[in-house]
């Protein structure tokens, strides 16, 4: 008798392990929240993109690509205004305008085009910006080079897009999510 009912309940067991162990695998790490003290913010210039901007860094202006998110493009010279580029940038402009930025450093500082790359945490709030923009729905997380907080992107892109936020946002249900990079 005990056989006969044993089965069910390794079953039960293994079904409950295999939730335990994936119960967390969609949750992100929490979002970093760096200790400024020591830190002096840089001004913002001027909003390039949904990307890019301008900082004034030890007196010199300095364009800085943010890690680990794309936004449709608007300024680049070979290709046309992208599907919700203009308000990509006008997002960011939005958060940054007037503001100073802290900032930190991922695996390599600079890009090909000698640009900074950087997290960008907003003076005086702490508001990571880069995460911001894909919370948002604004861009996506960009993936093509790791960064050190890829999981935790991809998981807010997966939010925004469930949420039709931003450029995931459509009145069509065959357009939703449509672009794509």
Request: aromatic share 12%; proline share 7%; charged share 25%.
């Amino acid at each position: 008798m005990t056989r006969k009912y044993s089965w069910p309940f390794a079953a039960l067991a293994c079904l409950a392990l295999l939730l335990v162990s994936t119960w967390g695998a969609e949750s992100p790490s929490p979002i970093p929240q760096p200790d400024f003290t020591n830190d002096t913010p840089v001004p913002v210039v001027r909003i390039v993109d949904g990307d890019t901007l301008v900082i004034l860094l030890d007196g010199q202006e300095q364009k800085v690509r943010l890690i680990g998110v794309d936004t449709p493009e608007t300024v680049h010279p070979r290709k046309e205004v992208e599907h919700y580029g203009k308000e990509a940038s006008a997002f960011l402009t939005n958060l940054l305008k007037g503001e100073s930025v802290y900032l930190r450093y991922d695996q390599t500082k600079q890009d090909r085009y000698g640009r900074l790359l950087a997290y960008l945490y907003r003076a005086p709030d702490g508001l990571f910006v880069n995460l911001e923009i894909v919370r948002q729905g604004y861009g996506h997380a960009y993936t093509k080079y790791p960064f050190q907080h890829m999981e935790l992107f991809r998981y807010y892109e997966r939010q925004a897009r469930e949420a039709g936020k931003g450029l995931w946002w459509s009145s069509s249900p065959t357009d939703k999510g449509a672009w794509q990079k």
